[in-house]
Nanobody
């Protein structure tokens, strides 16, 4: 059983910063890949950034140069540093974790953390 604990969302003014975290808790699994998604009201859930176990990162064009994804493999924790935030970054942010357990792959979603960018 894997549980994801997200934190770090909030209200920030345009140009401000926030740092999200997602911790995968449990035992008997190995984290393969981690990613952040976001969903704005009335829109679909979209990928924001993802990172492999080796640290290779991918970003969607709209956040390149502003967001930084990182992970602590020892703690099974992923972070998303968000700088130069814009109102269009307002959304519910979800972490996604892909794991391997007893040779089976599975994925888990966090509960979501709200990010609101507004003056």
């Amino acid at each position: 059983q894997v549980e994801l604990a997200e934190s770090g969302g909030g209200l920030v003014q345009p140009g401000g910063s926030l740092r999200l975290s997602c911790a995968a808790r449990g035992s008997g699994f190995r984290v393969v890949a981690m990613a952040w998604y976001r969903q704005a009201p009335g829109k679909q859930r979209d990928l924001v950034a993802k990172i492999t176990g080796g640290g290779s990162a991918f970003y969607v064009d709209s956040v390149k140069g502003r967001f930084t994804i990182s992970r602590d493999n020892a703690e099974n924790t992923m972070y998303l540093q968000m700088d130069s935030l814009k109102p269009e970054d307002t959304a519910l942010y979800y972490c996604n974790v892909q794991i391997v357990s007893m040779s089976f792959r599975d994925e888990y979603w966090g509960q979501g953390t709200q990010v609101t960018v507004s003056s």
